[in-house]
Nanobody
Framework: QVQLVQSGGGWVQAGGSLRLSCAAS????????MGWYRQAPGKQRELVAR???????NYADSVKGRFTISRDNAKNTVYLQMNNLKPEDTAVYYC??????WGQGTQVTVSS
């Protein structure tokens, strides 16, 4: 069973940056697509960014040009670099492996 452990996140003022990390416990990571999702209070969980096993990314329209997803298969880790953060980015962020396994979630709060 693969486990995902997230780190990063926290509080930042609007316009600031944060980086999230998600480390997998199993080398099967390198064969899996990885995603970052977020869930704001009272809203459904939504896809933020996704990266294929080959490293091809795609993004939600709301974060294009501000967020960058990347992966390091040697470290079994996926990252989400978040720049120019906005208050509407405030949410709990979750990493996901192959659409099935979830990280524990990490809070990102952006103040105006």
């Amino acid at each position: 069973q693969v486990q995902l452990v997230q780190s990063g996140g926290g509080w930042v003022q609007a316009g600031g940056s944060l980086r999230l990390s998600c480390a997998a416990s199993n080398t099967l990571f390198s064969f899996a697509a990885m995603g970052w999702y977020r869930q704001a209070p009272g809203k459904q969980r939504e896809l933020v960014a996704r990266i294929t096993s080959a490293g091809s990314p795609n993004y939600a329209d709301s974060v294009k040009g501000r967020f960058t997803i990347s992966r390091d298969n040697a470290k079994n880790t996926v990252y989400l670099q978040m720049n120019n953060l906005k208050p509407e980015d405030t949410a709990v962020y979750y990493c996901n492996l192959a659409g099935t396994i979830w990280g524990q979630g990490t809070q990102v709060t952006v103040s105006s």
